[in-house]
Each structure stands twice: as structure tokens, then as C-alpha cells.
């Protein structure tokens, strides 16, 4: 069935609040909705962006300084006023991250009636959203998840940790709120309990609490994720299983290379687990196949476009985010035909994945089919991205592995040069600086 016209009256705002310059799916959004003549504007880490580059994107404007959902309204309704008409006319806001969409939700209230939010609020979004409360959501559902544990202490995080089996995964609850330069990230491999015992006395500078879980073993054909639409009737007409065939890092990250293939054990999965929330709106979950129990565990849902959204573009060019705009806008969104076999390729990630695991080579899924490929970065008729991206991916290794080679100098010098350890001190070690 073909996508009916866009009201291309309605422009769109995409947001993301993070700042994380390769977000590969905020130029995703931008490719979409501009492709259907939709005019995009965007709020991003910096005027800078390399998706700021696009055709696409008529503005951008750097994210708010200090990011609250006041401001960013505020910058919401200012924008609206300068890129519509009259004070009436409707805008499209497309969060591309968690907090966006929390913070969105907090002030759809404030917004109704100028910028068009699906109807979703804080409390609603927070139950999936929130790490700690998605484990409790999955099992007041029965839904399959990974052993959960809450600890208050350092001693009793070691303690689950040796409970649920090293290595463990720590996440922290709200990963929104983990400080910019602190090193700290969402996710985590633990291997050990002193490490256990480190991440966790770091809780007060993460913000929230954080989460051990037990490690499903990674491998071929377990990782898969599910994109989908629920418009205002609560309907799911645009949704599709897709499988992992690289990430980055490897086997616990996020996709570097996905093929669209079908999964009804995931589908329903998911399709139910929308139904029982009375979910509205796009989301992006992620499942894991327990190969000892032959059951797919949820292990996130994250309430917005996934990043690798666009695998999921049917014949038709309809996916989530198109299917967002056509739905608010009083459209009828048009069933999702199938595309199975084609594939999605992250660049920069996929290059990664390929120099640590060159040799990991996933076969196509039985009736996956073999289909074209969609790069995340370039695009023919879009290129300038591609290269703001990669002149900045070259500075940001630069710099990591000149931070990599400092680590190394000051590892091996003594703590006090200018002190070294003499016949009346033969036998004492010279203390190192650990980083």
C-alpha cells in the first residue's frame, strides 16, 4: 500500500539533548522526514553537528546549557514561532533520546495544542525507561528478564554479584543522568568484585542506583530488537523484528550491523508487552534468547526511535518516524510491508567491530532473504554528513589514543621521581600511580 502525502505543512523538531556527535540516528530522522518533503529542524549537542550538515536540516541550534524541561519547552516554543506561520500552526517534536522524551512528556501539557507529542506521560515512560523499574514491570507481566539485583552497599553489591555469577552486567538505572566526562557508562561488563566494589561507590556522582544482572551468554542469532509505532488508537501498524549480526563492543552494544528478519516469537513478545502498558507512541526494544531456557529476554526498552530505525524502511519508504508524522497529523498510517533481508550498516562502529572480531561472520536466518544495504552515514544524494563525521571520528580516536599513550607515561613513572629507592630502602616497592 502506498504512503499516503505527507502534511508537509507541519514541520518537524528533532531533539536530542545528549552529546554524543555520532548519533547516526538523528541523521536517520533527518534523511526521512526531509526525503518526504517534510521540513526538519533539529536541537543537537552543538550548532556543529555533523548532522547539521544534511540538506535535510534547515536549522540547528545547540542543545539548552542546562537541559531541564522548562528550558528545553521554552526553546521548543521559541523555535515553533520562528519556523511556522502563526501562532497556531502545529509542530512535530521527535525525541531521539531518553531524556528527551521524558522531558518532552513532563511538559506535554504546556505544549498541547502547538507541538504535536504523542500521548505519553513522565510516570508512563519512566515504568520502561527507568532500568530498575523495567525489571519490575517485566515481572509484574511475567515477562522474561535477566536476574535483577538492587544493592545499597558496596559489600552487598559484591555479595550479588558473586550470587548471580561473574561476569555480571551493572547498569545504572538512569543513565540520562551520568555526568559528561566522568567515564562512566550505562552499561558495563564486571568481571571481577573489586571491580563490583569500585562502580559501585561511584553511585553518588552516577545519579541514580545502580543495577547488577546476570550475563546472558552472547552469540550468534541471540540478539534481536524490535521497532515499532503505536499510533493514537493504540494500534502497532508499523513494527519489525530485526537480528544483530555486529556490535559495538562486541556482543553488548549497540548495533553496528543489523539485517531485518523475521522473529513472531519477538513480535508478539513485544506487540503484547505495548498492549499491556497502553503504550503510545515509537519505541525500540531490545531481547536476548536464553539458549538453556529457549526464551527471549527483554533486556531494554527505550521509549523513542532506536538509532538503527531506519533498517526498518519498507518498499514503501514508511518506517517509525514517518509513521509518527503521519499519525499526529491526522494521517492514516499505512500497514508495514515486509523488506526481510535488508540491512542497516553503521560505519564507524562496523569498521570497530571488524578489526576487534574479524572473523565472526553471521549466516542469514532462514527465510531472512538477502536485500540491500542502507549505510547510516552516507548517502548519495546526502554526503556532507558522512564527511563531517569522519573528519570528527579521526579526531576522537586522535585523542583517545593519545590519552591511551599518556596513561601508559605516567604508569610507569614513580610517584616521586626525584626518590628512588637506595640500599637502605632495598626490598621496598616504589608505588605506582593507578589510572
Known amino acids: 500500500m502506498p504512503v499516503p502525502p505527507f502534511d508537509t505543512r507541519v514541520p518537524a523538531v528533532l531533539v536530542r539533548l545528549d552529546r554524543n556527535p555520532f548519533h547516526h540516528g538523528t541523521l536517520g530522522a533527518a ?7 517534510v521540513p526538519v529542524h533539529a536541537v543537537v549537542e552543538a550548532a556543529g553537528s555533523p548532522v547539521a550538515r544534511s540538506r535535510y536540516v534547515r536549522s540547528a541550534r545547540p542543545r539548552p546549557t542546562s537541559a531541564t524541561s522548562t528550558e528545553l519547552a521554552a526553546l521548543l516554543l521559541r523555535i515553533a514561532g520562528e519556523i511556522t506561520d502563526t501562532p497556531s500552526d502545529p509542530v512535530l517534536a521527535v525525541p531521539l533520546d531518553d531524556v528527551s522524551a521524558l522531558a518532552l512528556a513532563r511538559r506535554r501539557a504546556d505544549l498541547a495544542g502547538r507541538i504535536l507529542l504523542p500521548e505519553q506521560s513522565e510516570e508512563q515512560l519512566l515504568k520502561v525507561a527507568d532500568k530498575a523499574a523495567l525489571a519490575a514491570t517485566c515481572a509484574a507481566l511475567g515477562l522474561p528478564h535477566p536476574r535483577t539485583e538492587l544493592p545499597s552497599g558496596a559489600d552487598e553489591a559484591a555479595a550479588m554479584a558473586w550470587a548471580l555469577g561473574l561476569p555480571v552486567v551493572a547498569k545504572w538505572s538512569r543513565p540520562w543522568l551520568l555526568p559528561a566526562g566522568s567515564g562512566l557508562r550505562s552499561t558495563t561488563i564486571l568481571r571481577s568484585l573489586a571491580e563490583v566494589r569500585e562502580l559501585y561507590r561511584r553511585t553518588p556522582q552516577a545519579g541514580s542506583r545502580l543495577l547488577l544482572q546476570e550475563l546472558l551468554p552472547p552469540g550468534p542469532g541471540l540478539d534481536w530488537f524490535f521497532h515499532g509505532y503505536a499510533d493514537s488508537a493504540g494500534r502497532c501498524a508499523a513494527g519489525a523484528t530485526g537480528r544483530k549480526e555486529r556490535s559495538w563492543p562486541d556482543g553488548a552494544g549497540l548495533t553496528a550491523v543489523g539485517r531485518w528478519t523475521p522473529n513472531p516469537d519477538v513480535d508478539r513478545i513485544a506487540r503484547a508487552l505495548l498492549d499491556a502498558l497502553g503504550y503510545r507512541g515509537v519505541c525500540d526494544l531490545d531481547f536476548r534468547l536464553d539458549r538453556d531456557t529457549g526464551a527471549y529476554h527483554l533486556l531494554d526498552f527505550n521509549p523513542r526511535p532506536g538509532a538503527q530505525f531506519r533498517l526498518f524502511a519498507d518498499p514503501a519508504g514508511l518506517d517509525v518516524v514517518r509513521a509518527l508524522h503521519l499519525d499526529l497529523t491526522g494521517r492514516p498510517v499505512p500497514p508495514h510491508s515486509p523488506a526481510y533481508g535488508r540491512r542497516f550498516v553503521v560505519e564507524n562502529y562496523a569498521a570497530l567491530s571488524l578489526l576487534t572480531s574479524p572473523r565472526r561472520r553471521y549466516a542469514p536466518e532462514p527465510g531472512a532473504g538477502r536485500g540491500p544495504a542502507e549505510r547510516a552515514w ?25 590519552a591511551a599513550v599518556r596513561r601508559r607515561l605516567t604508569a610507569g613513572r614513580p610517584r616521586h621521581p626525584a626518590t628512588l629507592p637506595g640500599p637502605a630502602t632495598r626490598g621496598s616497592s616504589t608505588q605506582l600511580t593507578q589510572r
Open 378 to 402: 552516507f548517502a548519495a544524494d546526502d554526503p556532507a554528513p558522512a564527511l563531517a563525521m569522519g573528519r570528527a571520528w579521526l579526531a576522537h580516536l586522535l585523542r583517545r589514543a593519545l
Open 31 to 37: 534523511r526521512s522526514l526531509g526525503r518526504a518533503g
